[in-house]
């Protein structure tokens, strides 16, 4: 019972941000949950928790996708994708949490660095496709999409832009995930119904969280995510030293 509670205040707050932010919904659950949970156990369920979030607030903003900046970097993911997925179901569950914490911590202390750049300042050409192999990798062993948001962030006008367009691309790559994670047999039954019963919870936190975009300063939100992830990484990589 007591677990069950904790996962469904992760699933809350991870969509309440998803919400707000439009990403990091992954970072903020499966951070909160690796201190007891194995990242194997914890991606697919996220992933199926995420689908229905990303196709809501891709609908939302349908009128602003921009398939030319949508399907490229749709593509990349694929491409990183396999490697990704290979490393998750094979590799030392405690040298994944110890690298999820450096990558937390480092895009925590990016984001962070970010704010204070021109959102609005043109993505250079060549690292598109670095970007995109590297977010492919995270995706398929984290589902971590910041990477993403962070050059889609860049290529958009404006905050409403960089939602539509990015959960496009999360709706394709989730697509593709489950595909791969159920033929890798990651993904379960088990899975679906963990996920399928966490789906109140999700709907409850993503729509507090586009509620709340209206009301409250982003600004000062996403910078306090940003804080708790660079925290929690630290946490996470000492606790697996230690």
């Not at 156990?41 to 607030?57: A, D, K, M, R």
């Not at 690292?127 to 990798?137: D, T």
């Not at 586009?210 to 409250?216: A, C, E, V, Y």
């Amino acid at each position: 019972m007591e677990n069950w509670i904790w996962l469904s205040a992760a699933a809350i707050l991870a969509y309440f941000v998803k919400g707000l932010c439009g990403f990091a919904n992954t970072l903020v659950f499966s951070t909160l949950l690796s201190f007891s949970v194995d990242n194997v156990n914890i991606s697919p369920v996220e992933l199926v928790l995420g689908f229905p979030s990303n196709c809501i607030l891709a609908w939302r903003g349908r009128k602003k996708m921009q398939p030319r900046l949508i399907l490229p970097v749709a593509a990349l993911v694929f491409a990183g994708t396999l490697p990704g997925m290979f490393l998750l179901k094979n590799a030392d569950a405690g040298v994944i949490k110890i690298l999820f914490g450096v990558v937390i911590t480092c895009l925590g202390l990016d984001m962070l660095l970010r704010r204070k750049t021109d959102a609005a300042k043109p993505a250079s050409k060549w690292i598109l496709p670095v970007i995109g192999l590297i977010a492919g990798v995270m995706c398929g062993l984290f589902g971590i999409g910041a990477l993403l948001a962070g050059y889609v962030g860049r290529a958009a006008k404006d905050t409403q832009t960089m939602k539509a367009n990015l959960c496009a691309v999360f709706v394709l790559e989730n697509l593709f995930r489950m595909v791969t994670y159920g033929l890798s047999d990651i993904l379960t039954a088990d899975v679906l119904l963990q996920a399928a019963a966490l789906l109140p919870a999700m709907a409850a936190g993503l729509g507090l969280g586009i509620l709340s975009g209206k009301k409250l300063n982003e600004k000062v939100v996403r910078f306090a995510v940003h804080i708790m992830l660079v925290l929690s990484g630290i946490a996470l990589i000492l606790q697996n030293l230690l």
